[in-house]
């Protein structure tokens, strides 16, 4: 069973940019579909973006154009770039495989993300 791990986040300035990963062990992303949330203290769980096995990328309005996806060469691990980045995207992000679920916040540990204004 393939699992993924999130890492990457830290703390930047506002207008500052993060690259975060998605990494896959046990095997890579081919035929998955990528999910990326985010969830804030206290808050519900958001999806930010979506690539399907096939490329296809959604990315959620609160996010659009400031974001992108990227593969490694092996696509063992998905990039989520973010930019221009304001102290509301403060959160921990998150990924899963397979289709969304509001769960998978509550799988793992994911990464932070901290936006200084």
């Known amino acids: 069973e393939v699992q993924v791990v999130e890492s990457g986040g830290g703390s930047v300035p506002t207008g500052g940019s993060l690259r975060l990963s998605c990494t896959a062990s046990?095997?890579?992303?081919?035929?998955?579909?990528v999910v990326w949330y985010r969830q804030k203290p206290g808050e519900e769980c958001l999806m930010v973006s979506t690539?399907?096995?096939?490329?296809?990328?959604y990315f959620t309005d609160f996010v659009e154009g400031r974001v992108a996806i990227s593969f490694d060469n092996t696509k063992t691990t998905e990039y989520l770039w973010l930019s221009s980045l304001k102290p509301e995207d403060t959160a921990v992000y998150h990924c899963a495989l397979g289709n969304p679920t509001i769960d998978a916040c509550y799988w793992g540990q994911g990464t932070q993300v901290t936006v200084s204004a």
């Open positions: 046990g095997g890579t992303l081919h035929g998955s579909n």
């Open positions: 690539t399907s096995p096939g490329g296809q990328t």
